[in-house]
């Protein structure tokens, strides 16, 4: 069966703190691996990997992919209040990238 | 325009209604996809349109009706819904169904069914 799996399943820290949030994944035919943050409403994208070991970079935020050992990970340095969220890891796969599955997500809390 | 739009935010709905939940997008994404979202719960796909041809029904019950007027929206037709069928609906679009490229999430609609 197919499946995503996220961890920690929550993370509390203070700010300035760096975290690493961990996304695992076993998928027939996999095809991209994509990074969200979900605050209250809808998911917000952050990253697509495709290839491994290429990283990806948006300020405090980098993602990378390993597809030989069916992992990601999402790095947030120097993190701050803003960056409370849900980071949800999805994998598209199959005969099309359009079909999503996602891990349960990480809930982020950063206290001040 | 960047953004995948969906009407109502909120709704709250008997169990005898019908009502339909709206999604538009400008962004001449081939694909549109429906999500239901639990609390505390990843998002769960429900149906895919690729140029406007249902491809995927993802074994959801038929109170919930999906329909495709044309390649910007999207519908979702709600009838006798149960009180469980309370969630966040999102909806999606990217570029096409063989790609993730600009995979974009509406704000959602937050439903209540009582």
């Known amino acids: 069966e197919d499946k995503v799996v996220q961890s920690p399943l929550s993370l509390v820290v203070h700010e300035g703190d760096t975290v690493t949030l961990n996304c695992s994944y076993e998928v027939t035919n996999f095809r991209s691996l994509l990074w969200y943050k979900q605050e209250k409403k809808a998911p917000t994208f952050l990253f697509m990997l495709?290839?491994?070991?290429i990283e990806k970079k948006s300020g405090r935020l980098s993602s990378i992919l390993d597809k030989k050992e069916l992992f990601s990970i999402l790095n947030i340095t120097a993190t701050q209040t803003g960056d409370s969220a849900i980071y949800l890891c999805a994998v598209g796969y199959g005969g099309s990238q359009g079909n999503l599955i996602f891990g349960k997500g990480t809930k982020l809390s950063v206290k001040p | 325009d960047t953004e995948v739009t969906q009407t109502p935010k909120h709704l709250v709905m008997g169990m005898t209604n019908k009502k339909s939940l709206k999604c538009e997008q400008h962004?001449?994404?081939?694909?549109m996809y429906w999500y239901k979202q639990k609390a505390k719960k990843p998002p769960e796909l429900m149906f895919v349109?690729?140029?406007?041809?249902?491809?995927i029904n993802e074994s959801v019950p038929s109170r919930f009706s999906p329909e495709c007027p044309n390649s910007s929206l999207l519908n979702l037709h709600l009838h006798a819904l149960q009180p469980e069928d309370s969630a966040l609906y999102l909806c999606?679009?990217?570029?096409?169904?063989?790609?993730?490229?600009?995979?974009?999430f509406g704000s959602g609609t937050r439903l209540t069914v009582v």
């Open positions: 962004m001449g994404h081939r694909a």
């Open positions: 349109y690729s140029y406007e041809k249902l491809s």
């Open positions: 495709t290839s491994s070991g």
């Open positions: 999606a679009s990217s570029h096409d169904r063989d790609s993730i490229y600009g995979y974009t």
